[in-house]
């Protein structure tokens, strides 16, 4: 008999559910919001908000908003939009996620601490991500973003270093990152590093792999432009190579193979409980076999 489990800790973190709960708030008391970029990397989610009055923007339009209400989203933003927001009389509904904004200001504070003496302050993250540009602009667009090994290049190892990560990168590669810092830095520099990385996201590592190993068959729930659902997905992935990327449900058109009798359902961060719903309708939907004679 078939059985079709959705796992529970899989789904919005807290950042993305106290943005989009401001998004539903605020929307209650006016017909139009403005957001500052997709409110979550789901195309799903996204035309669900714009379907009650969420408008998204670019950083482009913000000087035509003026006097208009802009929510900024879960990821942060830099110094300069809220200079820009300031300048246009535009309201701000700040949904920056507690853990982000904490980042945002040790990151700010190093650098006032540094900025002197040439420290090189690094970010573990992925290039033009908007939590990471957020990051890169409390430091006046100084700091060194890494994406993987071979980036390090850039770094002058005869310099003092100081590492941070952004919030949802593997624990992993962080300290990779790290250990391969030690290893080329000139021994007379000074070499710190903070592990910034959210344990809400990072603990879903271990746990969706352990969830994905229990199943015959496992559909990954998750918008394409979403960086943290690529990480998870490929996790998934190594745990039961019987695990299949999707972004809805409509995108399951075929019966299971004959002998499957569990199958899973997770997500990422950015993906809503209620569309990991609808996959899991879909699969028992078409793995329904007709009654005898009907």
């Given amino acids: 008999?078939?059985?079709?489990?959705?796992?529970?800790?899989?789904?919005?973190?807290?950042?993305?559910?106290?943005?989009?709960?401001s998004a539903e708030r605020e929307l209650k008391e006016t017909d139009t919001l403005y957001c500052l970029g997709d409110i979550v990397?789901?195309?799903?989610?996204?035309?669900?908000?714009?379907?009650?009055?969420?408008r998204t923007i670019e950083h482009k339009d913000l000087a035509d908003?003026?006097?208009?209400?802009?929510?900024?989203?879960?990821?942060?933003?830099?110094?300069?939009?809220?200079?820009?927001?300031?300048e246009n009389q535009i309201t701000i509904v700040d949904a920056t996620c507690p853990v982000v904004l904490r980042l945002q200001r040790r990151i700010h504070k190093c650098y006032e601490e540094t900025r002197s003496k040439q420290t090189q302050l690094v970010i573990y993250g992925k290039k033009g991500h908007?939590?990471?540009?957020?990051?890169?602009?409390?430091?006046?667009g100084t700091a060194i973003v890494i994406e993987k090994i071979e980036d390090l290049d850039r770094?002058?190892?005869?310099?003092?270093?100081?590492?941070?990560?952004?919030?949802?990168?593997?624990?992993?590669?962080?300290?990779?990152?790290?250990?391969?810092?030690?290893?080329?830095?000139?021994?007379?520099?000074?070499?710190?590093?903070?592990?910034t990385i959210c344990r809400q996201v990072a603990n879903r590592l271990p746990h969706i792999k352990g969830f994905a190993s229990r199943h015959d068959w496992v559909y990954f729930v998750a918008g394409k432009k979403s960086s943290n659902g690529r990480v998870l997905f490929e996790e998934c992935l190594k745990a039961n190579p019987?695990?299949?990327?999707?972004?809805?449900?409509?995108?399951?058109?075929?019966?299971?193979?004959?002998?499957?009798?569990?199958?899973?359902?997770?997500?990422a961060t950015s993906t809503p409980k209620w569309l990991m719903e609808e996959v899991a309708g879909r699969i028992r939907e078409i793995n329904t076999v007709p009654a005898a004679g009907l």
């Fill in 130 to 140: 908007a939590e990471v540009n957020g990051l890169v602009g409390q430091t006046d």
């Fill in 1 to 21: 008999m078939l059985s079709v489990e959705i796992d529970n800790d899989s789904g919005f973190c807290f950042g993305v559910v106290t943005a989009i709960e």
């Fill in 242 to 267: 019987h695990t299949f990327f999707i972004s809805e449900a409509k995108e399951i058109n075929t019966p299971l193979p004959v002998g499957i009798e569990r199958v899973g359902v997770c997500g």
């Fill in 41 to 54: 990397h789901n195309n799903l989610e996204v035309e669900r908000l714009r379907s009650q009055g969420l």
């Fill in 155 to 195: 770094l002058d190892f005869n310099r003092d270093i100081i590492l941070f990560s952004q919030t949802t990168k593997s624990l992993d590669g962080f300290r990779e990152i790290v250990e391969e810092i030690e290893r080329r830095r000139s021994e007379h520099t000074r070499f710190d590093y903070y592990d």
């Fill in 65 to 86: 908003l003026k006097g208009k209400k802009v929510l900024l989203r879960a990821h942060g933003e830099p110094p300069s939009t809220y200079l820009t927001a300031k």
